[in-house]
């Protein structure tokens, strides 16, 4: 059974960091991508960074460029954001999610937008608040 654990979410000043890791157990599928998006209250889930453990690819949304790193260890099972210089609009729950055929990534790269329906399964959430 594939799980997801998402943690390491608290409560941060703006301009401050916070480092989220996501736990996932029961994977067989080699070129699987790991993705995190987020969510505020009322709006759409939003794609935030992914990666591809297995040849190290990755692709971040321009809000979070530069301020967001995504790395996992080669085996995909411990993926982590860090998360530096957070604003008050980072303030959002956390998920992290897997796609099981890898195509998320690369749809991403092209289209500019991570698809919340190429993840097969996700996380439980883990909530960041940043005041200003």
């Known amino acids: 059974e594939v799980q997801l654990q998402a943690s390491g979410g608290g409560l941060v000043q703006a301009g401050g960091s916070l480092k989220l890791s996501c736990t996932v157990s029961?994977?067989?599928?080699?070129?699987?991508?790991i993705g995190w998006f987020r969510q505020v209250p009322g709006k759409e889930r939003e794609g935030v960074s992914c990666?591809?453990?297995?040849?190290?690819?990755?692709y971040y949304a321009d809000s979070v460029k530069g301020r967001f790193a995504i790395s996992s260890d080669h085996a995909g099972t411990t993926v982590y954001l860090q998360m530096s210089n957070l604003r008050p609009e980072d303030t959002a729950v956390y998920y992290c999610?897997?796609?099981?055929?890898?195509?998320?990534?690369?749809?991403?790269?092209?289209?500019?937008?991570?698809?919340?329906?190429?993840?097969?399964?996700w996380g439980q959430g883990t909530l960041v608040t940043v005041s200003s």
């Open positions: 999610a897997l796609d099981t055929d890898g195509l998320s990534l690369t749809i991403a790269q092209e289209g500019g937008t991570m698809l919340r329906s190429e993840y097969d399964y």
């Open positions: 990666i591809s453990p297995d040849d190290g690819d990755i």
């Open positions: 029961g994977i067989t599928f080699d070129e699987h991508v």
